[in-house]
C-alpha cells in the first residue's frame, strides 16, 4: 500500500472546487437509495466536518474514493468548493481505494443489502472468492457462503434500479428479491409494483410472487397480463379497505386460484364445524392442508365439571356429521 | 440414448483402480483433468448452486468414503419399503425435469464410484451377517442404474455376487434402453430389472434424454424372454390435462408387450420434492409443467399433492393395474396407511407389514 494511505489523516485537506469532482457513483461507490436531506440539513447547520478522501490521478481528474454523499450534499447545496484530502498519482490501486471506502462506511453506518452486493461486485476483480466469503461477508453481516454470495452479486449485477430501490427502502426483502431474479423483468416490475402499491409484508410478498409464477404457468399467461386480472384491480382500487385488508384479500384470493381443491376442502370443513354449536370455547381444527389423518378438538374449561358440562354438550352434537370433506356424506 | 462425456476428471489417487482403466479405455478420447491437491480456485461469480448443467457431460471418477451399502432414507411419518441403496455413482446423463438429483448442487459432475469394485467385498459381507433377513438392492436411486452401464460395465462387476445369494435381490431401475451389458451377462437368478414409467404426455415432456415409452417395454419385453425378473414403478405420479387417459395408454402399451406374470412388483408414487428443488425447476425447465399441481406440505417437509389427488391417482392407476393383472405386487412409495387403505384397498400398517410384502414377493418368485 502506498505510504500516504496507511497515513491519510496526516494529509492536510486543501480545497477543491466541487464541478472538478466526477461524482458519478465510481468505482469505490457503496451508496444506494439513500435519503440526503439528514446530510443537507446537518452540513447547514455546522459546515463539513469530515474531509472527504480523493483521488487525483496524473492526468488531473479528481474521483471520490470516500465522501460521496457528501460531495452530492455540497453540491446540492451549491457549494463551490469544500476542503478535502487528496491521494495523487496513478499508482494508486483501485483495490486500496475500494478497502479505504469500505471500511470508512462500515464504521459510520450500515449498509442496505443492495449497498452490501455493490460493495461485493467491486470486490470480485481483486479478491479471491474464498477470502470474500470467508472474510468480508462476515464484515458486512452476511452468511459465510458460496450461495449468498452468488444471490448478491445476481441482484446487483441484473436486478433494474426500481427493484433495488425497493429492497434498499426495505418494502422488498432480499429473500423474496431472489425469487424474482428467476423471471423477466417487466414482470418482475409489475409484481413490485403490487408489492409497493399494497404495502405487503414479507409473507404477503413471498406468497404473491409464489402463486403469480406458478398461475402464469399454469394458466399460459404472461405475469403482467395474469396480474391485470380484474379482481386484482377491483381489490387493489377498493377505498374501503386499507393496506393490510387489500394484503389479505389479494393472498386470499391467489391462494384459492392456485390451490381450489385445497380451499374448497377448508370451506367445506369450516361449514361442517359452524353447522354444530360448538360455542365459544370448544374448537376443532384440521391439520395444515389436512395432511395427517387426525382432526383436533380444543376445549377451555376452568374445571372438572365445567369440562363435563361441555363434552355433555358437546356430545349431544351431530359429531358423526363431521368427516374428511372431499368424502361424500355417509 | 447416447451420453456426451466431453470431459473426465479423475479425484487423486484414483488411477489405479481397474474400473478407472476400464472407463478411460472406454473413453479414450476424452480429455481428462486431475484434481491437484490444492483444488483450483473456481471462476468467482458462480456459485455451484447457480449452475445449471449439473455437470452432466462431466464423469467424475471418485473413490467414495462413504458406506457402499446403506438403507433408503425413509421418513417414520409415511410407510417405507425398506429398501437398500447401493452407492454405485450419483448424478445421471438423462435430465428429467422433476429429478430430485438436481437439488444436490454442491455434488456436480456424473460421480462414479471407481472403488465399487474393491468394496464389494464388504457389501457382501454385510449381507451375509445376516442371512435371515432379504435385501432388497438398487443402484437407481441416485442415478439411473443402467445410464452409464457401457461404459462403467456397473452390471457386469455386480451381478454375480447378488445371483449367488439366498437372502438378496438386486434391482436394476432404469429409463434407458442400455440392457446390451445385462443380456450378454450369464446371470439372471436374483436380478431385477425395472423401468420407471409414466404417461406418455410425460415421458415425451418432461423426461429429456430418457428412451421412448415403446422402446423400455420393448427392451423388457426382452429382458423377460431372456430369463430376467422384471419391475415397473409408476414413480412419479403426475396429474396433468387428460392424465387418466393418458396413463391408461402406458398401461394399454404395457399389456402389448409384457407378461404380466413376471413382474416381481410395481410401485406408485406420486411427485414429490423438497420445496428447495422448485426454484432449480423453474430455472431449468422453464417449460415444466410437473409444478402445476396443487402440492402441499407433507409431514416429512416434502412438497407432495392435496390428499385426496394423491388418493384419486393412486386408486385410478391401481384399478387400471388390477384390471389387467390381479398380482402384480402393487405398492405405495412413501404413503401414509390412510393413503393406502383408501386407494389400494388395504394398508400395510406399518413400514416393516410392507417390507414383509415385498420380501414375500421375493422368496415366491426366487426362493
Ligand atoms: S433417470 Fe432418474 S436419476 Fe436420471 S435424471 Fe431422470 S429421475 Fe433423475
Same mark, same amino acid.
Request: hydrophobic share 35%.
Given at each position: 500500500?502506498?505510504?500516504?494511505?496507511?497515513?491519510?489523516?496526516?494529509?492536510?485537506?486543501?480545497?477543491?472546487?466541487?464541478?472538478?469532482?466526477?461524482?458519478?457513483?465510481?468505482?469505490?461507490?457503496?451508496?444506494?437509495?439513500?435519503?440526503?436531506?439528514?446530510?443537507?440539513?446537518?452540513?447547514?447547520?455546522?459546515?463539513?466536518?469530515?474531509?472527504?478522501?480523493?483521488?487525483?490521478?496524473?492526468?488531473?481528474?479528481? *474521483?471520490?474514493?470516500?465522501?460521496?454523499?457528501?460531495?452530492?450534499?455540497?453540491?446540492?447545496?451549491? *457549494?463551490?468548493?469544500?476542503?478535502?484530502?487528496?491521494?495523487?498519482?496513478?499508482?494508486?490501486?483501485?483495490?486500496?481505494?475500494?478497502?479505504?471506502?469500505?471500511?470508512?462506511?462500515?464504521?459510520?453506518?450500515?449498509?442496505?443489502?443492495?449497498?452490501?452486493?455493490?460493495?461485493?461486485?467491486?470486490?470480485?476483480?481483486?479478491?479471491? *472468492?474464498?477470502?470474500?466469503?470467508?472474510?468480508?461477508?462476515?464484515?458486512?453481516?452476511?452468511?459465510?457462503?458460496?450461495?449468498?454470495?452468488?444471490?448478491?452479486?445476481?441482484?446487483?449485477?441484473?436486478?433494474?434500479?426500481?427493484?433495488?430501490?425497493?429492497?434498499?427502502?426495505?418494502?422488498?426483502?432480499?429473500?423474496?428479491?431472489?425469487?424474482?431474479?428467476?423471471?423477466?423483468?417487466?414482470?418482475?416490475?409489475?409484481?413490485?409494483?403490487?408489492?409497493?402499491?399494497?404495502?405487503?409484508?414479507?409473507?404477503?410478498?413471498?406468497?404473491?410472487?409464489?402463486? *403469480?409464477?406458478?398461475?402464469?404457468?399454469?394458466?399460459?399467461?404472461?405475469?403482467?397480463?395474469?396480474?391485470?386480472?380484474?379482481?386484482?384491480?377491483?381489490?387493489?382500487?377498493?377505498?374501503?379497505?386499507?393496506?393490510?385488508?387489500?394484503?389479505?384479500?389479494?393472498?386470499?384470493?391467489?391462494?384459492?386460484?392456485?390451490?381450489?381443491?385445497?380451499?374448497?376442502?377448508?370451506?367445506?370443513?369450516?361449514?361442517?364445524?359452524?353447522?354444530?354449536?360448538?360455542?365459544?370455547?370448544?374448537?376443532?381444527?384440521?391439520?395444515?392442508?389436512?395432511?395427517?389423518?387426525?382432526?383436533?378438538?380444543?376445549?377451555?374449561?376452568?374445571?372438572?365439571?365445567?369440562?363435563?358440562?361441555?363434552?355433555?354438550?358437546?356430545?349431544?352434537?351431530?359429531?358423526?356429521?363431521?368427516?374428511?370433506?372431499?368424502?361424500?356424506?355417509? | 440414448?447416447?451420453?456426451?462425456?466431453?470431459?473426465?476428471?479423475?479425484?487423486?489417487?484414483?488411477?489405479?483402480?481397474?474400473?478407472?482403466?476400464?472407463?478411460?479405455?472406454?473413453?479414450?478420447?476424452?480429455?481428462?483433468?486431475?484434481?491437484?491437491?490444492?483444488?483450483?480456485?473456481?471462476?468467482?461469480?458462480?456459485?455451484?448452486?447457480?449452475?445449471?448443467?449439473?455437470?452432466?457431460?462431466?464423469?467424475?471418477?471418485?473413490?467414495?468414503?462413504?458406506?457402499?451399502?446403506?438403507?433408503?432414507?425413509?421418513?417414520?411419518?409415511?410407510?417405507?419399503?425398506?429398501?437398500?441403496?447401493?452407492?454405485?455413482?450419483?448424478?445421471?446423463?438423462?435430465?428429467?425435469?422433476?429429478?430430485?438429483?438436481?437439488?444436490?448442487?454442491?455434488?456436480?459432475?456424473?460421480?462414479?464410484?471407481?472403488?465399487?469394485?474393491?468394496?464389494?467385498?464388504?457389501?457382501?459381507?454385510?449381507?451375509?451377517?445376516?442371512?435371515?433377513?432379504?435385501?432388497?438392492?438398487?443402484?437407481?436411486?441416485?442415478?439411473?442404474?443402467?445410464?452409464?452401464?457401457?461404459?462403467?460395465?456397473?452390471?457386469?462387476?455386480?451381478?454375480?455376487?447378488?445371483?449367488?445369494?439366498?437372502?438378496?435381490?438386486?434391482?436394476?431401475?432404469?429409463?434407458?434402453?442400455?440392457?446390451?451389458?445385462?443380456?450378454?451377462?450369464?446371470?439372471?437368478?436374483?436380478?431385477?430389472?425395472?423401468?420407471?414409467?409414466?404417461?406418455?404426455?410425460?415421458?415425451?415432456?418432461?423426461?429429456?434424454?430418457?428412451?421412448?415409452?415403446?422402446?423400455?417395454?420393448?427392451?423388457?419385453?426382452?429382458?423377460?424372454?431372456?430369463?430376467?425378473?422384471?419391475?415397473?414403478?409408476?414413480?412419479?405420479?403426475?396429474?396433468?390435462?387428460?392424465?387418466?387417459?393418458?396413463?391408461?395408454?402406458?398401461?394399454?402399451?404395457?399389456?402389448?408387450?409384457?407378461?404380466?406374470?413376471?413382474?416381481?412388483?410395481?410401485?406408485?408414487?406420486?411427485?414429490?420434492?423438497?420445496?428447495?428443488?422448485?426454484?432449480?425447476?423453474?430455472?431449468?425447465?422453464?417449460?415444466?409443467?410437473?409444478?402445476?399441481?396443487?402440492?402441499?406440505?407433507?409431514?416429512?417437509?416434502?412438497?407432495?399433492?392435496?390428499?385426496?389427488?394423491?388418493?384419486?391417482?393412486?386408486?385410478?392407476?391401481?384399478?387400471?393395474?388390477?384390471?389387467?393383472?390381479?398380482?402384480?405386487?402393487?405398492?405405495?412409495?412413501?404413503?401414509?396407511?390412510?393413503?393406502?387403505?383408501?386407494?389400494?384397498?388395504?394398508?400395510?400398517?406399518?413400514?416393516?407389514?410392507?417390507?414383509?410384502?415385498?420380501?414375500?414377493?421375493?422368496?415366491?418368485?426366487?426362493?
Amino acid at each position: 500500500m502506498k505510504k500516504e494511505i496507511n497515513n491519510i489523516t496526516e494529509l492536510i485537506p486543501q480545497s477543491v472546487p466541487l464541478r472538478n469532482i466526477d461524482d458519478s457513483p465510481g468505482p469505490c461507490c457503496m451508496s444506494f437509495g439513500f435519503d440526503l436531506n439528514p446530510l443537507i440539513q446537518s452540513i447547514e447547520r455546522v459546515g463539513l466536518i469530515n474531509p472527504p478522501l480523493l483521488k487525483r490521478d496524473n492526468q488531473g481528474s479528481i *474521483t471520490i474514493i470516500t465522501g460521496y454523499r457528501r460531495i452530492k450534499a455540497l453540491k446540492s447545496l451549491h *457549494t463551490d468548493s469544500a476542503g478535502c484530502r487528496i491521494l495523487s498519482g496513478d499508482n494508486i490501486l483501485q483495490v486500496e481505494c475500494l478497502l479505504l471506502n469500505l471500511h470508512d462506511n462500515l464504521a459510520i453506518r450500515k449498509l442496505n443489502d443492495v449497498e452490501k452486493g455493490m460493495v461485493l461486485v467491486r470486490l470480485i476483480p481483486w479478491v479471491k *472468492t474464498l477470502e470474500i466469503v470467508d472474510h468480508y461477508m462476515p464484515l458486512l453481516g452476511l452468511p459465510s457462503n458460496k450461495a449468498t454470495l452468488a444471490s448478491y452479486l445476481k441482484i446487483e449485477e441484473e436486478m433494474e434500479v426500481q427493484a433495488k430501490e425497493s429492497i434498499a427502502h426495505g418494502q422488498l426483502s432480499f429473500r423474496n428479491a431472489i425469487m424474482l431474479l428467476d423471471i423477466d423483468s417487466i414482470s418482475r416490475s409489475s409484481i413490485i409494483d403490487l408489492i409497493s402499491n399494497m404495502k405487503l409484508t414479507v409473507n404477503q410478498q413471498r406468497q404473491l410472487i409464489d402463486y *403469480t409464477i406458478d398461475l402464469s404457468h399454469v394458466e399460459g399467461r404472461s405475469i403482467p397480463d395474469f396480474l391485470d386480472d380484474q379482481s386484482i384491480k377491483r381489490i387493489n382500487s377498493d377505498t374501503r379497505m386499507n393496506n393490510p385488508q387489500k394484503g389479505r384479500a389479494l393472498i386470499r384470493y391467489l391462494r384459492m386460484k392456485r390451490y381450489p381443491s385445497v380451499s374448497k376442502a377448508e370451506r367445506e370443513f369450516k361449514k361442517m364445524v359452524s353447522r354444530l354449536n360448538l360455542g365459544e370455547m370448544v374448537r376443532i381444527d384440521h391439520s395444515p392442508s389436512f395432511e395427517s389423518p387426525y382432526y383436533r378438538l380444543e376445549v377451555l374449561f376452568k374445571d372438572g365439571p365445567s369440562l363435563r358440562g361441555k363434552l355433555e354438550n358437546f356430545m349431544r352434537e351431530d359429531i358423526d356429521s363431521l368427516r374428511d370433506p372431499w368424502k361424500k356424506k355417509r | 440414448m447416447s451420453t456426451k462425456i466431453d470431459k473426465i476428471i479423475l479425484d487423486k489417487g484414483v488411477q489405479e483402480y481397474k474400473s478407472t482403466k476400464s472407463i478411460l479405455l472406454q473413453l479414450r478420447d476424452i480429455p481428462v483433468r486431475t484434481e491437484k491437491d490444492d483444488g483450483s480456485e473456481e471462476a468467482p461469480c458462480v456459485s455451484d448452486e447457480m449452475k445449471m448443467d449439473m455437470g452432466k457431460n462431466t464423469m467424475h471418477l471418485v473413490s467414495y468414503q462413504g458406506e457402499f451399502l446403506k438403507p433408503c432414507p425413509g421418513t417414520k411419518e409415511y410407510i417405507c419399503c425398506g429398501y437398500q441403496i447401493l452407492n454405485v455413482g450419483t448424478n445421471c446423463p438423462l435430465d428429467c425435469s422433476y429429478c430430485i438429483l438436481q437439488a444436490y448442487f454442491n455434488r456436480p459432475n456424473l460421480r462414479v464410484h471407481v472403488n465399487l469394485e474393491e468394496q464389494l467385498g464388504q457389501v457382501f459381507e454385510a449381507i451375509d451377517s445376516e442371512p435371515d433377513k432379504i435385501f432388497r438392492v438398487g443402484t437407481g436411486e441416485f442415478t439411473d442404474s443402467l445410464a452409464l452401464d457401457p461404459i462403467t460395465r456397473w452390471s457386469e462387476m455386480i451381478l454375480k455376487g447378488f445371483s449367488k445369494r439366498k437372502n438378496a435381490v438386486l434391482e436394476l431401475k432404469t429409463k434407458t434402453a442400455n440392457t446390451a451389458g445385462l443380456l450378454g451377462s450369464k446371470y439372471r437368478d436374483r436380478i431385477i430389472v425395472s423401468w420407471s414409467l409414466n404417461s406418455p404426455f410425460i415421458s415425451r415432456r418432461e423426461e429429456h434424454g430418457a428412451a421412448s415409452l415403446t422402446r423400455r417395454l420393448e427392451c423388457a419385453r426382452e429382458c423377460q424372454s431372456e430369463g430376467f425378473t422384471i419391475g415397473f414403478h409408476f414413480d412419479p405420479l403426475i396429474q396433468h390435462r387428460d392424465w387418466m387417459d393418458e396413463y391408461r395408454k402406458t398401461v394399454d402399451l404395457m399389456d402389448r408387450y409384457i407378461e404380466p406374470e413376471g413382474i416381481i412388483w410395481m410401485s406408485l408414487g406420486s411427485f414429490r420434492f423438497m420445496p428447495a428443488l422448485k426454484p432449480i425447476i423453474r430455472r431449468r425447465h422453464p417449460e415444466t409443467s410437473v409444478l402445476d399441481g396443487e402440492f402441499v406440505l407433507g409431514l416429512d417437509g416434502k412438497m407432495r399433492y392435496f390428499k385426496p389427488i394423491r388418493m384419486e391417482l393412486y386408486a385410478f392407476l391401481k384399478e387400471l393395474l388390477h384390471q389387467w393383472h390381479p398380482d402384480l405386487g402393487l405398492y405405495l412409495c412413501m404413503e401414509s396407511n390412510e393413503v393406502w387403505q383408501e386407494s389400494m384397498g388395504w394398508r400395510p400398517e406399518t413400514s416393516e407389514g410392507l417390507r414383509n410384502y415385498l420380501d414375500e414377493r421375493v422368496r415366491n418368485f426366487f426362493g
